[in-house]
């Protein structure tokens, strides 16, 4: 089964400053990929998703990703941290069982400070 | 997302009580699903369905079911609410079976007294 580890459950930056937030995923085929950020009282927002085209992938709000393959990896980063980036971040992967359900990481919030 | 809304937002129940909440959707799609949300554990499926009449159990089913009789509604009941089930209860929905990206409702905080 597919399973989903973010390093780091609370991340601090300075504003300016670079954002990275780490995702290893564990995948017997090969995976989709997605992140997805939630803000206080609101429901996920989709960032950005790798389906097995371009490795490095384009988000919304200055967002990207790289997929890894030999790493296991798919890190989010952002190279200047805005004030309205904090929020809490998921990395998810889609499970081919339960009609493609995501699986996702434990979440990693973001602060942001001035 | 604008196209999945639920219903009610929040609600406090007692233990004992059958409680159902709602999810619709207004973009034809065919699959949709039910998670949880508790702290440290990001989030857990708890049913899905594949399209009407369609549904089945995801991995933490056991005191919830679910009932899609339209394409745009889907229901999550706890026939009989607990303490361990207060959480946030996040819908979502995809397309169809070849797409991988789920969209999700605003959530309904559920808490269970």
């Known amino acids: 089964a597919q399973s989903v580890t973010q390093l780091g459950s609370h991340v601090s930056v300075s504003e300016g400053a670079l954002v990275l937030l780490r995702c290893n995923y564990s995948?017997?085929?090969?995976?989709?990929l997605f992140w997805y950020v939630q803000y206080p009282n609101q429901g996920l927002q989709l960032l950005l998703k790798?389906?097995?085209?371009?490795?490095l992938v384009k988000g919304i709000n200055g967002f990207e990703a790289e997929f890894k393959k030999s790493e296991t990896s798919f890190h989010l980063t952002k190279p200047s941290a805005h004030m309205s980036d904090a929020a809490e971040y998921f990395c998810?992967?889609?499970?081919?069982?339960?009609?493609?359900?995501?699986?996702f990481g434990a979440g990693t919030i973001l602060r942001v400070k001035s | 997302d604008a196209g999945i809304t639920q219903s009610p937002r929040h609600k406090v129940t007692e233990t004992g009580t059958p409680v159902t909440l709602r999810c619709h959707q207004t973009?034809?799609?065919?699959?949709m699903y039910w998670y949880r949300q508790d702290p440290g554990h990001g989030l857990r499926l708890i049913h899905y369905?594949?399209?009407?009449?369609?549904?089945d159990k995801g991995e933490v089913s056991d005191g919830y079911s679910v009932s899609r009789s339209k394409t745009e509604d889907f229901l999550l009941t706890l026939e009989s609410a607990t303490s361990s089930q207060t959480s946030v209860y996040f819908c979502?929905?995809?397309?169809?079976?070849?797409?991988?990206?789920?969209?999700f409702g605003p959530g309904t905080r559920l808490t269970v007294t």
């Open positions: 979502a929905m995809k397309p169809g079976q070849d797409t991988y990206e789920q969209y």
């Open positions: 995948s017997s085929v090969p995976p989709y």
């Open positions: 369905s594949y399209g009407v009449k369609d549904t």
């Open positions: 790798y389906t097995s085209a371009a490795t």
């Open positions: 973009e034809n799609h065919r699959y």
């Open positions: 998810a992967v889609s499970d081919r069982e339960y009609g493609n359900k995501l699986v």
